[in-house]
Structures are given as C-alpha cells and as structure tokens.
C-alpha cells in the first residue's frame, strides 16, 4: 500500500501530506481516469518527455538508454526506472494528454452512477498489490507450563483467524 501512495504522490494526485489534490477527483470518473494518470506521468517524468516527446510510445531499448542518459542509473535502477514507467503507461490514456482533462460534470447527488464510488485509481491499482504482513514474537518462560502456552496459541489463533 506504501509503494501506491507513493505512485500516486509521485503523479501529483496526493499531497506530501497525503491529502488528495484536484486531479485525484479525475481518477474517480472512467472517463477522465486514464487521461489524468497520463497527465500525471508527463509532470513526473518531465525530464524524459523533454528528452523525447513521445517517451510513452518509445520500444523498450530505445527508452532504457533514454533512462539511463535522463537519470544517469545504473542497469538495475534503470530497469526499475523504465518498468514502473512501463507499467504507469499501460494504464493512460496519451492521446489528447497534453491538454488538460475536461472537467466532469456535477454529479446528481442521489442520482450518481455507482462507478463514481468504487475505489479510485483502479487503472493504476490493478497493477499495484497491497499486501499485510504481521511479524509476531512470543517471548516464553522456560517455567511455563504446557497449559500456558496452550492458552497464549489459542488466544493468538481466535484474534488473527
């Protein structure tokens, strides 16, 4: 969940503060969504649609040099530079991207379509896989009994299951 939050920091749709900004309402409305992720992608990486125009249409060695002369990495975070890039890309909409998205019309307040209210960003989440792990240690006596630790597993098991 962090890395998507991130993304979407990186993409101007949340504030450092995590409050979301203007164009994170676009993401809300399928219409607008990919249009917007587009727009975002040419804010973020500025430096590589200044280097090539059409970055986003770019084959894959011809970007990773582009990557690697824009950001001077290495192959690694080169490799991560251009598959993030990559993936962001699949989910916009460029043509028409430099322009700015038309703004939505006001929605009814009853009367708006249920896609409005499904979690935003569902172009660029189907990529992005949250996931909760829950490290926990139990420190046991040496002078338990078998019954105490028993009861702990248990308490633990009925909690997390």
């Known amino acids: 969940m962090n890395e998507l939050i991130s993304i979407l920091k990186f993409l101007r749709f949340l504030e450092e503060s995590g409050k979301p900004t203007l164009e994170y309402d676009k993401l809300k409305n399928k219409t607008l969504a990919r249009k917007a992720i587009a727009a975002g992608i040419r804010e973020a990486y500025a430096p590589l649609f200044q280097a090539d125009e059409n970055a986003n249409a770019l084959d894959a060695d011809t970007l990773k ?11 690694a975070m080169t490799s991560r530079i251009v598959s993030t890039f990559n993936t962001l890309v699949g989910d916009a909409a460029f043509s028409d991207a430099g ?16 896609e409005v209210h499904e979690a935003p960003i569902a172009a660029v989440r189907k ?12 420190h046991l006596s040496s002078n338990g ?10 308490a633990l098991r009925r909690t997390f299951a």
């Open 145 to 154: 009994t078998e019954e105490t630790y028993t009861s702990i597993f248990n």
């Open 99 to 114: 322009e700015p998205p038309a703004e939505p019309p006001p929605a009814k307040v009853n009367g708006v379509p249920p």
């Open 65 to 75: 040099g582009l990557v690697a002369q824009v950001a001077g990495s290495d192959d």
């Open 127 to 138: 990529h992005a896989q949250s996931e909760f792990h829950f490290n926990i240690q139990v």
